[in-house]
């Protein structure tokens, strides 16, 4: 259909936490209608066959991944310290939590809400524009995640 998939930044990178891109391919000669129409055609596919591979990993061994996406939530909600790599990985274990209901006292939202503060520059800024090591990053970005967990 004229799109690649990468990582959630862009070329070269690898898709953390389940979190890809979606990019044209063609540009030229093509109407934005057309790559719109386009582009919501792949989004469905993709939608669809999440939706049957979620079906197969829930009838496969469901305590296993009940286990891991409680831990995961476990982690977030307790967690002292926390990279954006290890969260990454945690807010997808969770988010597929939230969409099998395993868990049901966050939401879709409120997870977003927190991916988007726990990225470097949101940190820096809640810590009043201070430079900081990668560690007090870390510890900020797990406060922020248990703040913002209740």
Not at 5 to 33: A, D, F, K
Not at 132 to 148: G, N
């Amino acid at each position: 259909l004229g799109f690649i998939i990468r990582g959630m930044y862009g070329e070269g990178s690898q898709p953390e936490g389940c979190l890809y891109q979606i990019s044209n391919r063609i540009t030229m000669g093509v109407t934005e209608e057309d790559t719109i129409k386009r582009l919501e055609e792949i989004v469905t596919q993709i939608c669809e066959k999440e939706r049957k591979a979620r079906e197969i990993i829930k009838s496969d061994n469901f305590s296993v991944l009940a286990d891991r996406v409680c831990r995961a939530y476990g982690v977030l909600k307790y967690a002292r310290v926390i990279s954006s790599k290890e969260f990454l990985k945690i807010f997808a274990d969770v988010r597929l939590g939230i969409s099998l209901g395993l868990i049901k006292d966050i939401t879709y939202e409120t997870l977003g809400e927190i991916m988007i503060g726990v990225l470097p520059a949101n940190l820096i800024l809640r810590n009043g524009g201070k430079v900081i090591s990668d560690f007090e990053r870390d510890v900020l970005r797990a406060d922020y995640i248990r703040e913002s967990i209740g």
